[in-house]
């Protein structure tokens, strides 16, 4: 029922708002997913190509 009025709002169907908690969890996992994957130190993932993280030296 909270989600009723943003799926009226945007003027689409009322069944999505059963939808809207699925997705939510979803995207929570993927952001799980990618914040262990930061800290095992593996970067970012895209299309197949992996990027490093970029480590900056700073000289005195």
């Known amino acids: 029922m909270a989600y009723v009025p943003i799926v009226r709002f945007y ?3 009322i069944w999505l708002s ?6 939510a969890f979803l ?3 993927m952001t799980i997913d990618s914040a262990r994957r ?10 197949g190509r ?3 993280e970029i480590k900056s030296e700073i000289k005195n």
């Open 18 to 23: 059963g939808c809207l908690p699925t997705i």
């Open 11 to 13: 003027r689409c169907p």
């Open 27 to 29: 995207y929570t996992l």
């Open 38 to 47: 930061h800290w095992q130190g593996k970067g970012g993932a895209w299309k």
């Open 50 to 52: 992996v990027y490093e």
